[in-house]
């Protein structure tokens, strides 16, 4: 594996699971680089980026895996010039909020259209169960009927973005459209997928929404009312596909809490429901 020199590269960014860079000699390179204790994140979106692009899924043509000189492991992206996510899109043009949301909606609904071959990724129902599993604040009893419930859950062989939300879609002046930060890509209901959507835009704190996204609460539950009719049907009624997503989305909080490591007291009574039904 290369080793790259942070001397030769600019800081592009920052997130939970770490930093990005563009390459001075080379502006076409993205480089994105992980914390110690994230490193396995690392590598599984590495390896997922890699089974993505082969897909034939329009993302970030992924590189090199790559460590620093103090040993961090990096991945070298081709990188997207000139893009731009909804989230940010929306922040500067609000007045184009139903444009964005059904382009979003049309792209999503793109990925849900792909199989991709059995095997090749894992479902999401795994990766559910794997959170369930490692979760240190469950008790086994706790685990036992949390797993019974999701085995309850509808199967699919569906692409899955695995982290949806209109952060993690952007697009270029052409018209280009990609998906990035694809470490929990995987196969299964799109439900799945679309209660992060839902999650993002109508579940989240408003200063949440501010610092992540750079627009106010109101304007992403508009996103979400225009985003619903043009995924599901001008007929589909806001409230009833709120009401069948939030299961999904208590079980998304569950993973954050699982791999973040902290505990979320306020999904427990949801969680006792699940156990229950």
């Not at 559910?128 to 509808?154: N, Q, W």
């Not at 208590?250 to 007291?265: N, V």
């Amino acid at each position: 594996m290369k080793t790259v020199n942070l001397k030769n590269y600019e800081p592009s960014g920052a997130g939970v699971l770490g930093e990005s860079f563009i390459s001075k000699s080379d502006p076409n390179i993205l480089l994105k680089l992980y914390s110690l204790e994230r490193e396995q994140m690392g590598l599984d979106e590495y390896d997922r980026a890699c089974k993505v692009f082969r897909l034939g899924v329009s993302c970030p043509a992924p590189g090199e895996l790559v460590r620093t000189e103090d040993g961090l492991l990096g991945i070298q992206f081709h990188r997207i010039i000139g893009k731009k996510s909804y989230a940010r899109a929306l922040s500067e043009h609000p007045e184009r909020l139903e444009e964005y949301a059904f382009r979003f909606a049309d792209e999503c609904k793109r990925l849900h259209s792909i199989r991709p071959e059995p095997g090749l990724f894992p479902t999401a129902k795994e990766q559910c169960l794997m959170h369930i599993r490692l979760d240190k604040f469950l008790s086994d009893d706790e685990k036992a009927g949390l797993e019974r419930y999701v085995s309850t859950l509808p199967d699919a062989d569906t692409a899955l973005h695995g982290d949806l939300h209109y952060g993690n879609i952007i697009f270029t002046d052409d018209g280009q459209q990609y998906f990035i930060d694809l470490g929990d890509f995987c196969t299964g209901s799109p439900l799945f997928d679309l209660a992060i959507v839902y999650r993002q835009t109508c579940r989240m704190p408003e200063d949440f929404i501010k610092e992540n996204y750079h627009i106010d609460a109101a304007t992403a539950r508009a996103f979400w009312h225009a985003f619903v009719p043009r995924y599901f049907g001008p007929d589909a009624s806001i409230e009833e596909v709120n009401a069948m997503l939030e299961p999904y989305n208590t079980l998304r909080s569950l993973a954050l809490e699982q791999s973040l490591g902290q505990y979320r007291p306020a999904i427990r009574p949801a969680l006792q429901k699940m156990m229950k039904s």
